[in-house]
Nanobody, 127 residues
Framework: QVQLVESGGGLVQAGGSLRLSCAASGRTFSSVYMGWFRQAPGKEREFVAALSWNSGNTYYADSVKGRVTISRDNTKNTVYLQMNSLKPEDTAVYYC????????????????????WGQGTQVTVSS
């Protein structure tokens, strides 16, 4: 099992930037995907970005492509989500997630593909 702790959320004006962090501990060596999801009130949890731990490939939702960058620091077991040009519709609780075990291509955007989740961090973008 991997333990995940997010940080870096907050209130920002539209057009601003935030960097979210996800510190991982436990069986981090078993992770194959690290992902970021978000959930706004009354909406389903949706995919934001993911990173393949072995290849380093990154994946993004169309809604954030060009504004968001997922990255990692192996020495700190930390994954980051840099968000720029934020919009009010980006307001949500952001969750970090890890998939351990067998690797399958193409499943990185599916919440049920992940078996470890953080507690979430609130991002609020004011207009």
């Amino acid at each position: 099992q991997v333990q995940l702790v997010e940080s870096g959320g907050g209130l920002v004006q539209a057009g601003g930037s935030l960097r979210l962090s996800c510190a991982a501990s436990g069986r981090t060596f078993s992770s194959v995907y690290m992902g970021w999801f978000r959930q706004a009130p009354g909406k389903e949890r949706e995919f934001v970005a993911a990173l393949s731990w072995n290849s380093g490939n990154t994946y993004y939702a169309d809604s954030v492509k060009g504004r968001v960058t997922i990255s990692r620091d192996n020495t700190k077991n930390t994954v980051y989500l840099q968000m720029n040009s934020l919009k009010p519709e980006d307001t949500a609780v952001y969750y970090c997630a890890a998939r351990s075990g067998k690797y399958y291509s193409g499943i990185y955007s599916l919440p049920y593909a992940y078996d470890s989740w953080g507690q979430g961090t609130q991002v609020t973008v004011s207009s």
